[in-house]
């Protein structure tokens, strides 16, 4: 009936396996977990050994590193019931029912539920805070207002999906890189397949340091813009993109690819800090793809 797939890359996982096993066997469905290990260097053995005495539950190793797509592939193809329910492993639900709330929906005729994310409210971050600070201001978000536009939100480090629409979406993902949750979106709503939003969320705990978020963002739009160049994709609900388009067809991407050559170092200063704007990150985003699409 449930095929749990959690691809994991130098994070402990013993905790969220736990969880997910003691939530599936008191709910009593057929269910499996599989674990794929994309050649970490750490917290290896502590998670084979964690969750080896788990019962229909399997962890693969691999050597060599292919990247979350590739892994997602990987365990789908290990899979053997047809609901999936994918979880990132930096999450840890945020109910003891998460995976009761996805049961209701096995016998829908939804393609894909997404269940978000949460934030916890800790008094000190003391990495990450930009990383918080955008994820608690633009994705966490209540389920009723992502039904809304049910392809601009698409968060996929927690999701229920039709194995029969994996396979038909995933391999088109053809690109090892940060920020393919834009693309798959873009997938789900061309393909015209039917997407519902749940209150069902994961925390997400794996916070990234502000530089190294402020690089995955800039590798993200890097993303956009192949797919919008190289894929043709013209049925997406991206606000960046939709923006950025906007602002080229009436000739302003000049001046905003200038004003991130005069503003770039100041703008990034702020986001380096122990306070940075998130609304300036917004806006760096803007400036940035305008500045890299002249660039190419």
Same mark, same amino acid.
């Given at each position: 009936?449930?095929?749990?797939?959690?691809?994991?890359?130098?994070?402990?996982?013993?905790?969220?396996? !736990?969880?997910?096993?003691?939530?599936?066997?008191?709910?009593?469905?057929?269910?499996?977990?599989?674990?794929?290990?994309?050649?970490?260097?750490? %917290?290896?053995?502590?998670?084979?050994?964690?969750?080896?005495?788990?019962?229909?539950?399997?962890?693969?190793?691999?050597?060599?590193?292919?990247?979350?797509?590739?892994?997602?592939?990987?365990?789908?193809?290990?899979?053997? %019931?047809?609901?999936?329910?994918?979880?990132?492993?930096?999450?840890?639900?945020?109910?003891?029912?998460?995976?009761?709330?996805?049961?209701?929906?096995?016998?829908?005729?939804?393609?894909?539920?997404?269940?978000?994310?949460?934030?916890?409210?800790?008094?000190?971050?003391?990495?990450?805070?930009?990383?918080?600070?955008?994820?608690?201001?633009?994705?966490?978000?209540?389920?009723?207002?992502?039904?809304?536009?049910?392809?601009?939100?698409?968060?996929?480090?927690?999701?229920?999906?039709?194995?029969?629409?994996?396979?038909?979406?995933?391999?088109?993902?053809?690109? &090892?890189?940060?920020?393919?949750?834009?693309?798959?979106?873009?997938?789900?709503?061309?393909?015209?397949?039917?997407?519902?939003?749940?209150?069902?969320?994961?925390?997400?705990?794996?916070?990234?340091? &502000?530089?190294?978020?402020?690089?995955? !963002?800039?590798?993200?739009?890097?993303?956009?813009?192949?797919?919008?160049?190289?894929?043709?994709?013209?049925?997406?609900? &991206?606000?960046?993109?939709?923006? +950025?388009?906007?602002?080229?067809?009436?000739?302003?991407? +000049?001046?905003?690819?200038?004003?991130?050559?005069?503003?770039?170092?100041?703008?990034?200063?702020?986001?380096?800090?122990?306070?940075?704007?998130? %609304?300036?990150?917004?806006?760096?985003?803007?400036?940035?793809?305008?500045?890299?699409?002249? !660039?190419?």
């Amino acid at each position: 009936m449930l095929s749990i797939l959690i691809p994991t890359y130098n994070y402990k996982i013993t905790d969220l396996v !736990s969880t997910l096993h003691r939530q599936a066997t008191s709910l009593g469905v057929e269910f499996e977990i599989l674990c794929r290990d994309d050649a970490s260097s750490k %917290y290896f053995q502590e998670n084979e050994i964690g969750i080896k005495d788990l019962k229909d539950t399997h962890y693969f190793a691999s050597e060599i590193n292919i990247g979350r797509t590739a892994s997602r592939q990987f365990l789908c193809q290990k899979a053997k %019931y047809n609901w999936l329910l994918f979880l990132d492993a930096d999450v840890i639900p945020k109910s003891d029912s998460l995976i009761k709330n996805y049961s209701t929906y096995f016998t829908s005729n939804y393609d894909a539920i997404f269940g978000g994310f949460a934030y916890n409210n800790p008094q000190r971050i003391k990495n990450g805070i930009l990383r918080w600070k955008y994820g608690k201001k633009f994705e966490e978000v209540d389920a009723k207002k992502r039904n809304l536009k049910p392809y601009e939100l698409i968060i996929s480090a927690n999701f229920l999906i039709r194995k029969t629409v994996f396979n038909k979406i995933n391999p088109e993902l053809n690109r &090892n890189s940060y920020g393919l949750d834009n693309y798959f979106s873009a997938l789900l709503k061309q393909h015209k397949l039917k997407v519902l939003h749940i209150n069902n969320e994961a925390y997400h705990y794996g916070l990234e340091d &502000n530089a190294s978020y402020i690089r995955k !963002s800039e590798e993200a739009i890097d993303t956009l813009l192949w797919m919008k160049d190289t894929r043709n994709i013209t049925s997406h609900n &991206n606000k960046l993109l939709n923006t +950025y388009s906007y602002i080229k067809a009436i000739k302003l991407n +000049y001046f905003t690819a200038f004003l991130y050559r005069f503003f770039n170092n100041s703008i990034r200063k702020n986001l380096l800090s122990d306070s940075p704007n998130i %609304y300036l990150l917004q806006i760096y985003k803007l400036l940035f793809i305008s500045h890299k699409d002249l !660039s190419q």
